[in-house]
Structure formats: structure tokens, C-alpha cells
């Protein structure tokens, strides 16, 4: 027995784990890129005269195919039936199309003064691309997942998730702390998008590798199959979706991912913004206070994965997790608390409450779906989320417009809009509250159902 389970090629600690950071590495160039237009929203409404409505229906097309047009779903299935491979492969290449658009909507001039459904034609198309790209990300996000659950599974799982978001969110950091810096040393906002551009090709060779090891460790699961004379998993079917939307623990799931990223995520896009409008930071120096968050989330997602691998408790963790994020966001809603030292303060701990949840979220996902269904199951919460990625920062970006804005200034012949972030902040402050209230029902849920949420993963030999 013992030299059968040696064939198993994810028994090799440097196989899995060169595995992890193969494929990490497609998505740390994804993140880069999400997050890179974040620092350019005052660039965009200088020099291209973009208004916070209009950067908030380009960040709102982030998921404007996979929510609208069900591509996200699709997706999922595609993985499901298809696999891995496949999957991966036709993620990373959308990824750079869509890059690829978006940076051209920045740099011509050909859509100048041009209108598309009664929105600026460089935004609409800028918009575009960045909703080709989201489709991408989102896939090879969901199927990274299910790449980690294959390779770790009754092993590091949380921990190889954690590190994996931690890689990824270095992608953020780098883009919150360098775009405005790249931007101003060349005098051009669309180079950090370019270098976005070369990352992410460089991300779709990345995976190409990782097919090679893939198809090895099938080859290694299939001959101890055999071995064991094991009966082989039966194959994903469309009705399958209906085991899924039912199963109710799933349902607190998805709801507190979407309530809990809605509450981070978009509050990014907007924190450079804040950092200069309500704590009165340098414009070049305000991308690196909210850079700290996923800077912070590097070290402790692994931490607190490898705590819930080792001791369980992983609606509790999501608990402590929403609750320290909800109170970071009404502090920061409080008009007076306006220092940068208290900002630095409330980023470091937003970045806790940022590293709490997501390192026990996914993991507990494999515990309520079986394997087989895993990539629709993911695929089907990220498709949740995706309504609040798309319209939260669209949400935002109106409220800013409509009833934040507290005066405007001209310098050097450009209009400099100024803004009032309390009511936003409020937002995202009742985004969080929500999140702890369904990571307690998930707690209660798996009480009743022993899905083992707040058990160790680890199993012991």
C-alpha cells in the first residue's frame, strides 16, 4: 500500500508546491492588472477628462459578461466537463485580450469626441476590454481553485490557498503602490496598463507549463486507481447545478463572499481617492497607504490558512474576520478621524479582517461540494460576487457624483474635483455588518449538517 500511495506525484512536497506557485503566478499578473486603473482615477479625470460617474461604469464592467451574460457560469461547467487544462489555457489568452482592448481604448486618439450609447467611446471601449478581461480572471480564478483542492487536498489546503491569494494580492500591492509613480516617470497613465500587458502574456506561458504537470498527476491518480482497483469519479452533469443551489450552507457562502469583497474590493478602487480627498496625502504618495492592505494580507493569509488546517474553527475565523472589517470601515466613515497615521492604522487592520475571511472561505467550499461539482460550485459563487463587483463600484461612483462632491478648484487650468467619502464609507460599513450576520448562519448550519467548516483539514494518518 505504502508504495502505491509513493505514485501519487501530489506527495511530493516540491511537486504541489511548484505546482502553487506556477499557477500563482498567472494570477498575480491578473491582480496586477485588476487593480491598476485604482491610483489613475484623477489622471483620468484630468487628462482625459473622465468623471467619477464614468470611472465607476468602467470598473463596473469587470463583471458585466460574467454576471449579464452567464459567462462565469459557463465557465465553471466548461471546467468541470472539460478540465483544467483546457480551462486554463482559454482563461490566461482571454486575459490578455481583454488587456490588450483596454489598452488600446487608453492610448488612441481615433475615439476622440466619439459617443457609444450615450457614454464617452474611449470609456465604453476601455470598459469593454476590462469586461473581456474580468470573464479571464474570474475562470482562472475558479479553476486555480479547484487546481489547489486537487493537489492538496487532506493536506496544506488552506495553507496553499492562503499562499496562493498572498501571491495574487502582491498583484494588487504592486499596482496601488507603482501605477501613479510608473504613470509620472513616463508621463504617460497608459504605461502601467502596457506593463500589465507584457505580465499577463508572460502569465498565459506560465500556465502552459502547468499543463505539463497537470497531465502528469492524472497519469499518477489514474495508475493507483487502477492499482487500488478504485472505481473512477463519476463525470459532472448539468443537473448536478441543482445539488449545488439547494445546499443551503453553500447559499451563506456565496452571500458573505459577495458582501465581504463588496465591502474591500471596491472600496480599493476608491481608497487612493480617499487618501488624498479625506486625509490630505500627496497625490504621488496616496496609492501606497491602501498598498499596505494586500502588502499585510501576503504574510497573514498563509498564517491564518495554516491555523484553520491545523486547528479548524473556519466560520469562526470568517466571524472575527467581517466583524474587524466593519468596524475598520465605520471609523473611517467618522468625518474627524481624518490623520494619515490613523488611515496607515485602520489599512493594516482592514488588512487583518482581509485575511481572515478569504483563508477560510475557500477552503470550506470542498467540505459542503464534492469534487466533481467543485469547479461549478466556485464558479457559481464568484458569479454572485460578481454583482457586487460590478455594482457596488458603479453604486459609488454615482453616490460620489450625486451627493459627496464639496467644491472644486482650477490649477494650472485643471479642474481638480474635491469629495466627501463619509457616505460611501457607511456603505461599505453595512456591507460588513451583513457578512458577519451569515457567517454566523453558516456556523449554525454546519452544526446542524457536520460539514466539518470548523474542523481541521489536515488529516491525520
Known amino acids: 500500500m505504502s508504495e502505491t500511495v509513493k505514485k501519487l506525484l501530489n506527495d511530493s512536497k516540491a511537486a504541489r508546491w511548484g505546482a502553487l506557485l506556477v499557477v500563482s503566478f498567472t494570477m498575480f499578473a491578473g491582480y496586477y492588472l485588476a487593480d491598476v486603473m485604482a491610483p489613475l482615477k484623477g489622471l483620468l479625470e484630468n487628462q482625459l477628462t473622465w468623471n467619477s460617474a464614468e470611472y465607476g461604469f468602467f470598473t463596473s464592467a469587470y463583471g458585466w459578461f460574467n454576471v449579464f451574460l452567464f459567462f462565469l457560469i459557463i465557465g465553471g461547467i466548461i471546467l468541470d466537463k472539460m478540465g483544467i487544462r483546457f480551462t486554463g489555457l482559454g482563461s ?32 465604453m471601449l476601455a470598459a469593454l476590454g476590462y469586461a473581456v478581461f474580468g ?34 494580492r502582491l498583484g494588487t500591492a504592486v499596482a496601488l ?35 505539463f504537470m497537470d497531465k502528469k498527476l492524472d497519469k499518477s491518480i489514474q495508475e493507483n486507481k487502477i492499482t487500488l482497483n478504485e472505481p473512477t469519479e463519476e463525470e459532472f452533469k448539468i443537473n448536478d447545478i441543482w445539488f449545488i443551489v439547494k445546499n443551503k450552507g453553500w447559499w451563506y457562502i456565496a452571500l458573505l463572499c459577495v458582501l465581504f469583497y463588496s465591502a474591500v474590493f ?58 474587524l472589517i466593519s468596524l475598520v470601515h465605520l471609523i473611517f466613515a467618522i468625518p474627524f478621524f481624518n490623520h494619515w497615521i490613523l488611515a ?10 482581509f ?31 460578481n454583482w457586487g463587483l460590478m455594482g457596488v463600484p458603479l453604486l459609488i461612483g454615482w453616490v460620489l457624483n450625486e451627493f459627496c462632491i464639496i467644491g472644486t478648484t482650477v490649477v494650472d487650468g485643471v479642474t481638480i474635483t474635491s469629495y466627501d467619502y463619509t457616505l460611501p464609507m457607511i456603505i461599505f460599513t453595512v456591507f460588513g455588518f451583513l457578512a458577519v450576520l451569515l457567517a454566523f448562519l453558516l456556523k449554525i448550519e454546519d452544526r446542524k449538517k457536520g460539514y466539518g467548516v470548523e474542523m481541521p483539514n489536515i488529516k491525520k494518518s
Open 92 to 123: 490566461a489568452a482571454v486575459m490578455v485580450l481583454g488587456t490588450a482592448i483596454k489598452y488600446w481604448a487608453i492610448t488612441t486618439n481615433a475615439l476622440d469626441g466619439e459617443i457609444i450609447l450615450g457614454v464617452k467611446a474611449q470609456v
Open 135 to 168: 470573464v479571464g480572471v474570474e475562470i482562472a480564478g475558479i479553476t486555480v481553485a479547484k487546481i489547489i483542492v486537487k493537489w492538496f487536498k487532506g493536506k496544506e489546503l488552506a495553507l496553499a490557498m492562503g499562499l496562493q491569494l498572498s501571491i495574487a
Open 177 to 211: 503602490a507603482t501605477t501613479l509613480p510608473i504613470a509620472h516617470a513616463f508621463n504617460d497613465l497608459s504605461m502601467p496598463i502596457l506593463i500589465c500587458l507584457i505580465l499577463l502574456s508572460i502569465g498565459f506561458l506560465a500556465f502552459f507549463v502547468y499543463t
Open 266 to 323: 471596491p472600496f480599493l478602487k476608491y481608497a487612493t481617492d480617499l487618501m488624498i480627498h479625506k486625509f490630505g496625502v500627496e497625490e504621488n504618495l496616496a496609492g501606497l497607504i491602501p498598498s499596505l492592505l494586500p502588502f499585510g494580507t501576503i504574510l497573514l493569509t498563509p498564517i491564518f490558512g495554516s491555523i484553520y488546517d491545523r486547528i479548524g474553527k473556519g466560520a469562526t475565523i470568517m466571524i472575527i474576520g467581517a466583524l
Open 344 to 353: 496607515i492604522i485602520l489599512i493594516l487592520l482592514l488588512g487583518i479582517g
Open 355 to 385: 485575511s481572515l475571511v478569504p483563508s477560510a472561505m475557500w477552503p470550506s467550499v470542498p467540505k459542503i461540494i464534492p469534487e466533481k461539482q467543485l469547479g461549478t460550485a466556485y464558479a457559481l459563487i464568484f458569479w454572485v460576487q
